[in-house]
């Protein structure tokens, strides 16, 4: 059985105003939080839409737990719970009665399964209340119970936090990653707003004008925005003594053209210039390092407008 819920190779769509996905080979392993990442426009919605089967890809495929047939994927397609745009909510129903429509029409046994799924979205309250009376947040939250009646092992969200209060998104957080821990539910979330996934995400994609830059890690990306030195002396070898035994840290790291990358007094370059210069090393270079989330993404995507 394949370790990846979904794997995309060479994924492209093309409308008649220009290419909306270009060439994407994306994958997700069972049990991650996918943040996929990217400027409105960028393709997300594009690239949702043809993971869970409302368009049809120009060329490439995608893989749903391991299979690649194109025969095969309505089937696997059903294993999947999905919010994309706006769910199909009847305003004059009420919540219990919207989720009743959904589990007939996709053939759903049992239900109970309708009051447990109000339970954990904590609509379990609103009784007799119509959808057109709920506020977003609750209307956000019915939506995301519409995608999770199937109790499915893959959930994909377009982003759902738009409109949404600050409590509300801290709520949504929090259901995911519960569903996540006590489930192993396997997430794709899509959102403009990087920030909102750095409490959430495990994994990243980011996306910019259809093409797909970069997949990492959560700690790959902490890493990467950790703020730093950077050192660069005439003797690298002589420096690291010097910061293990001068300033006691052995946080740091030398990479392969004797940068030194200090993650320690990050806010006193005042000492550690003066402990390196006070034994006789030549300081060629030192500077503050480390990015925002969003500016490293700014960067990101500003590499790839001079590509």
Known sequence: MSDYILKTKQLTKIYKS??????????????????????????????????????????????????????????????????????????DMTAYQNLAVQRLQKGIPGEESMQETLDLIGLSNTGKKKVKNFSLGMKQRLGLGLALLS????????????????????????????????????????????SELHQLATNYGMIHKGRLLEELTAEELDEKCRQHLQIKVDQPSKAVIVLEEELSTTDFEVMPDGMIKLYHHTDDVRRVSRALTSHDLVIEHLSQNGDSLESYFAKLVGGAEHD
């Open 18 to 91: 220009g290419v909306a996905l270009d060439h994407i080979n994306l994958s997700i392993k069972k049990g991650e939080i996918y943040g996929f990442i990217g400027q409105n426009g960028a393709g997300k919605s594009t690239m949702l839409r043809l993971v869970a089967g409302l368009a049809f890809s120009s060329s490439g495929s995608v893989e749903l737990f391991g299979n690649d047939d194109p025969k095969a994927l309505p089937e696997a397609q059903k294993r999947m719970g999905a919010i994309i745009e706006n769910p199909a909510i009847f305003p």
């Open 151 to 194: 109790d499915p092992e893959f959930l994909i969200l377009d982003e759902p936090t738009n409109g949404l209060d600050p409590m509300g998104i801290v709520e949504l957080r929090e259901l995911l990653k519960k569903l996540n821990q006590e489930k192993g539910l396997t997430v794709l979330i899509s959102s403009h707003i990087l």
